[in-house]
Structure formats: structure tokens, C-alpha cells
């Protein structure tokens, strides 16, 4: 079976431009997670959603992130505008029954110039 | 303040040694405690979860937990070369109409050959 998949692998933009982030969860999972990690501030949960519906976005950090998940097979992070500070390594991850049980993606290496 | 604590390390260990990994956390509410194991430039992985008092084992790892002492850790025996990674602590604090995943920023291991 496939894990879930995340597009792009790496991405370099410069500050000021839109980037768009994809996920793709593990096939009947019910549950997708969007996570960022970095080193300062380890692995932060950004929004969760629940049969595509957003349960909780209290992690994301600001009205430039937004997060949508239009059917159960496919969800998307998007920032705009991008900031030199928002460079991080962004995971997806999916689940059967909740945060009790997390298959994460490969991630994303999002570095912004 | 939700937080979960872990020393970044690194801790070295040789091989064929018990490796000990220590996370404090700060809710005592708390119910269930994870921990997950992360190569260098790869995607965490769950290796165990632990929800009461007491030892649980899964192969060489061993998951301890203590409420009253708001402490978890993880033993790993028989360390091998391959258990190099970062191993992190995950909690659920629950509040409110649904829980939280708080993750600790990780204690890096190294197991010398």
C-alpha cells in the first residue's frame, strides 16, 4: 500500500510569493494532519481535519497559512505571502482513528529566500 | 502551558548497551504518551504508545511510564547502530471537546560501533 504522499519534495521560493504545499492521505483514513518542524521549535501541529472537515487550527501561526482538504483523498497547505521565516520542513500525516496513530508523509523542505 | 520536555542530547551510547531516553510533561491529566523515532532527514515514525503506569515492551523497546511523577521513557536494549536517530516524546493533553498532540523537541541518539 502507499504512504502518504506529499508534493513537492523540496521547494526554494523568494519572500513575497505564494507556495502550495499537497498531500495525499493514506487511503481510508479518516483523519489528515498538517505538521511543521523545525529546529528551534521541534514539531509543531499546524491544522487537523476530520472527514475533511477542520477540527482544529489553533496552531496556525497566521492568516497567511491556510489549509484545505476539498475530498478525502486530497489536502493542501498553502502560504502566501511566504516569509524567510516560515523555511521549515512541513509533514502531512494521516490516521484511522485520531491523533493516537500517525502515518506521516516524506515531507516537504520548504526554503524561503 | 502545555509542554513536554526532553534532553536534545546527543546521547551516546555503545553498541550492545541499554539506551535511556527520559521525557517530563506538564499536564498531569494527561492519558496517552507516544514515542516516535525519527532518522536524519526522514519522517517520524511510532515505535510505541503507553497509556497506563507501569512497563510496556515491544521487542528490545520498553516503554515506562509514571503519572504521578508526570515522566515517560524508553529503553532500548541491545542498542545497535541503527537505532541512531532522534526519538520523540509525544503526549495528548486533553481540554475542552477534544485533546491535543504536543510533541518534545527530541533527544538525539548515537550508538558507536
Known amino acids: 500500500d502507499a504512504g502518504v504522499i506529499q508534493s513537492p519534495r523540496h521547494e526554494v521560493t523568494e519572500m513575497g510569493q505564494e507556495v502550495t504545499l499537497r498531500c495525499k492521505p493514506i487511503?481510508?483514513?479518516?483523519?489528515l494532519f498538517w505538521y511543521r518542524q523545525t529546529m528551534m521549535r521541534g514539531l509543531e501541529l499546524l491544522i487537523y481535519f476530520n472527514n475533511n472537515v477542520p477540527i482544529d487550527d489553533s496552531g496556525m501561526p497566521e492568516d497567511r497559512f491556510s489549509a484545505k482538504m476539498p475530498n478525502a483523498s486530497f489536502s493542501t497547505l498553502k502560504i502566501q505571502p511566504s516569509e524567510p521565516r516560515d523555511s521549515a520542513v512541513y509533514f502531512c500525516?494521516?490516521?484511522?482513528?485520531?491523533?493516537?496513530?500517525?502515518?506521516f508523509g516524506p515531507g516537504t523542505r520548504l526554503l524561503v529566500l | 502551558q502545555k509542554e513536554v520536555e526532553q534532553n536534545s542530547g546527543p546521547l551516546s551510547v555503545p553498541e550492545g548497551a541499554i539506551a535511556s531516553l527520559n521525557c517530563t510533561y506538564s499536564d498531569r491529566g494527561s492519558q496517552s504518551f507516544f514515542w516516535y523515532r525519527q532518522y536524519s532527514g526522514k519522517s517520524p515514525e511510532l515505535i510505541m504508545s503507553i497509556y497506563s503506569n507501569g512497563d510496556k515492551e515491544d521487542g528490545r523497546f520498553t516503554a515506562q511510564l509514571n503519572k504521578a511523577s508526570q515522566y515517560v521513557s524508553l529503553l532500548i536494549r541491545d542498542s545497535q547502530p541503527s537505532d541512531s536517530a532522534t526519538y520523540l516524546c509525544?503526549?495528548?493533553?486533553?481540554?475542552?471537546?477534544?485533546?491535543?498532540?504536543?510533541f518534545g523537541k527530541g533527544t538525539k541518539l548515537s550508538v558507536k560501533p
Open positions: 500525516a494521516s490516521s484511522p482513528t485520531g491523533q493516537e496513530t500517525q502515518y
Open positions: 509525544a503526549v495528548i493533553f486533553y481540554g475542552g471537546s477534544q485533546g491535543n498532540l504536543i
Open positions: 487511503s481510508g483514513h479518516d483523519y
